[in-house]
């Protein structure tokens, strides 16, 4: 992200333009999609190497103001706990959350991160590419071609 100044250049990126079922150049249409991040930048890591949470007070600062500046928003996709605790005001795991995605569709689909670090979970969860990908896919190309 700070060498490309887009997010998702990196392989969870690719993982996350697989599930969606979009191309790069879709992916970064401005005039059609919005990447809004929980946090406006890296938090960076902790001492295990994992990343740090997103700090709260970007969401608090500049959340409610970039969405309203938002229009005719059809589709949001939540990646990972962050933003599914922030937008849906969940207090259940990942798995809990995106296990219900039935309860969010069509508008909201919410996803675990696309990280490497959760190869794991994608192999322990086969209903994520068996059951709601494909439904994601298809609302994906529904709201975009129309």
Request: proline share 9%; net charge positive.
């Amino acid at each position: 992200m700070h060498e490309s100044g887009k997010p998702f250049t990196d392989p969870s990126g690719d993982r996350l333009r697989t599930w969606l079922g979009l191309g790069t150049e879709q992916f970064y249409d401005r005039d059609r999609i919005a990447i809004v991040p929980m946090a406006f930048c890296f938090p960076g890591y902790d001492n295990r190497g994992s990343d740090l949470p997103p700090p709260r007070r970007c969401a608090e600062l500049w959340h409610e103001r970039l969405l309203a500046e938002l229009s005719d928003v059809r589709l949001t996709v939540l990646v990972g706990g962050h933003a599914q605790r922030w937008h849906l005001g969940t207090r259940l795991g990942v798995t809990q959350t995106v296990r219900a995605w039935r309860d969010y569709a069509p508008k909201v689909f919410p996803l675990p991160h696309p990280s490497w670090r959760n190869t794991n979970w994608l192999k322990k969860n086969p209903w994520f590419e068996n059951e709601l990908q494909p439904v994601l896919r298809a609302r994906v190309k529904e709201v975009l071609d129309g």
